[in-house]
């Protein structure tokens, strides 16, 4: 069956548009009384996020300013886009650390495998997602710049701690 047509029928020239202004004051009117809807003054005002986002990494260090890592190699194996650079390298007491660790934010999808897999908790998603950058080359972070971040490790859902507790 074809759909029915509506015909609009373009006003006469003599016809009053009074009643057509008062609607509309009507309804400017009624916005001026009902309460504000608040907009968020971002930057100035930030979301207050839930301590399982899975944001920005970081790499945890220990209190001489060295990073975690020991260079296992599980990260960079389990990360299921390849994102993660490692070259490890070993000290003169044949300890094993990361001479380069690299982790390219823009192709991360944020599963978390990282974190999860990690023997000495080293490298961390984080609770922060203010990343913008102007050039693609700057989203891939090294250590200096992982081991630099201050924002939280996020809390990653637990079965057996649902609630994070
Ligand atoms: S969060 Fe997932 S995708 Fe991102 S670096 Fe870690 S393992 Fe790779
Ligand atoms: S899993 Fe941990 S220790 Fe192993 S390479 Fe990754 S960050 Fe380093």
């Known amino acids: 069956m074809p759909g029915s047509v509506k015909v609009v029928v373009r006003p006469e020239a003599s016809a009053s548009y009074v009643r057509a202004i008062s609607t509309g004051l009507g309804i400017t009117l009624k916005h001026m009384v009902k309460p504000k809807k608040q907009t968020q003054q971002y930057p100035d005002e930030k979301w207050d996020l839930s301590r399982r986002l899975r944001g920005t990494h970081r790499m945890a260090t220990h209190e001489d300013g060295r990073a975690k890592c020991v260079g296992c190699g599980l990260c960079p194996t389990v990360c299921p886009v390849n994102c993660i650079?490692?070259?490890?390298?070993?000290?003169?007491?044949?300890?094993?650390?990361?001479?380069?660790?690299?982790?390219?934010?823009?192709?991360?999808?944020?599963?978390?495998?990282?974190?999860?897999?990690?023997?000495?908790?080293?490298?961390?998603?984080?609770?922060?997602?203010?990343?913008?950058?102007?050039?693609?080359?700057?989203?891939?972070?090294?250590?200096?710049?992982?081991?630099?971040?201050?924002?939280?490790?996020?809390?990653?859902?637990?079965?057996?701690?649902?609630?994070?507790?």
């Open 85 to 165: 650079k490692l070259i490890p390298a070993e000290d003169e007491n044949g300890e094993r650390y990361a001479a380069v660790y690299e982790i390219d934010e823009f192709r991360c999808i944020f599963c978390g495998f990282c974190q999860e897999v990690c023997p000495v908790e080293a490298i961390h998603l984080g609770v922060h997602y203010e990343n913008a950058e102007y050039s693609r080359e700057r989203w891939v972070y090294d250590l200096e710049r992982l081991t630099e971040f201050e924002h939280p490790f996020t809390a990653l859902w637990d079965p057996f701690d649902p609630a994070s507790e």
